[in-house]
């Protein structure tokens, strides 16, 4: 059996400070930090100690959290750039707003659309980038993984985990809290990819 708890970032600064996120290095607020050791306690209950594989998008608030995760179960996070956020490119770290950008069409191409902001990605560019980084998660051979990354980007590897085409994502959005807890697995016998749990977030009360 493989299992994979899919944690995304607790509050981190640019949200508080209504700021473009993306790639924009924000870091955790002081909630987020006392956030992200009660994440960090609840995975230490779940999973085994100095066994379990623990992949951490490269930005601060993800890496800072993963620590927290890593000082409870005794393992060093590996920090892998392809879980990083959706690129919003030049528009990173301004405040909301300041930059016109295309929105998504209702219909059409949404997963080939670009927003006209210099160095965004559109959702093609982002996905395939996500979808690399779970294949490499997965091939690191682990019973048992934590994969702390974003919100958009947790919506990509969800994807991913069910075999959802690249095509077929150009409208679609799972709804996930900072902070959240997810968790992936798969069965020996039939292989079947499950979603057991998505967006658990008792644990930060």
């Known amino acids: 059996m493989r299992e994979i708890y899919l944690v ?96 998504l069409p209702v219909a059409g ?10 160095g965004s990605e559109t959702r093609l560019d982002f996905a395939t980038r996500v979808y690399a980084a779970l294949d490499r998660v997965i091939e690191r051979g682990a019973e048992h993984s934590v994969v702390v990354t974003h919100g958009g980007s947790a919506t990509f590897l969800i994807a991913a985990w069910i075999g959802m085409p690249l095509e077929s994502l150009g409208s679609v959005k799972f709804k996930l809290s900072p902070g959240s807890i997810s968790v992936l697995r798969q069965h020996d016998l039939a292989s079947d990819r499950q979603v057991v749990s998505l967006n658990e977030v008792e644990h930060l009360n």
């Not at 191409?109 to 927003?115: G, L, N, Y």
Request: glycine share 10%.
């Open 8 to 103: 995304t970032h607790p509050e981190a600064t640019h949200v508080v400070e209504g700021l473009v996120g993306g790639w924009y290095d924000a870091d955790l607020t002081a909630n987020g930090i006392e956030q992200a050791e009660r994440i960090a306690t609840s995975i230490a209950a779940r999973t085994p100690h100095r066994e379990t594989a623990l992949t951490s998008s490269d930005l601060r608030r993800t890496r800072r959290t993963a620590e927290a995760i890593a000082g409870r179960l005794d393992v060093d996070p590996l920090l892998d750039p392809g879980l990083r956020e959706q690129s919003y490119g030049a528009a990173e770290g301004l405040p909301v707003g300041t930059i016109d950008f295309l929105p």
């Open 109 to 118: 191409d949404r997963i080939r659309h670009h927003d006209g902001v210099t």
